[in-house]
């Protein structure tokens, strides 16, 4: 469900926020640079968002490649739509924990995502680190 369903509180945003570019390029551009540096592999990609907290079913992602999808999510967009209707400035980085449903021999099991996620700790700490540091210095 959107995030802006029910009533809007106009101290955030109007009614209707503009999502065609939901994510701030300049942002992007300095995630990049910092993963470049670092030597962290970052591949772009086109990010579907889906409710949860189910994981998606084979035909699901099926339906969500045909449009286009290269990876799907449960929360991601929904806190993009929720910040940029509050007139922040989003960028995001997503860490693919699992293989999609029906792409694998084996169940999605949720333990196997958490330890994906924790296998990569140190590197994304590092990362978002200095991305940190380096929308700090940017900023006035």
């Known amino acids: 469900m959107n995030p802006l369903t029910g009533p809007n509180d106009e101290r955030l945003g109007v009614r209707f926020p503009d999502m065609s570019e939901g994510y701030d390029a300049r942002l992007g551009a300095l995630l990049e640079a910092c993963a470049s540096r670092l030597a962290i592999p970052l591949l772009s990609g086109v990010y579907a968002g889906l409710a949860g907290p189910s994981y998606e079913t084979p035909a699901e992602i099926r339906m969500l490649r045909t449009m286009g999808a290269d ?70």
């Open 71 to 140: 990876l799907v999510g449960m929360s991601t967009v929904l806190e993009t739509i929720a910040a940029r209707h509050a007139g922040v400035r989003v960028a995001a980085v997503s860490l693919v924990t699992n293989v999609a449903a029906g792409r694998s021999a084996t169940p999605l099991s949720h333990d196997d995502v958490l330890r994906a996620g924790a296998g990569a700790r140190e590197r994304i700490g590092r990362l978002l680190s200095a991305w940190a540091a380096a929308v700090a210095e940017e900023a006035p």
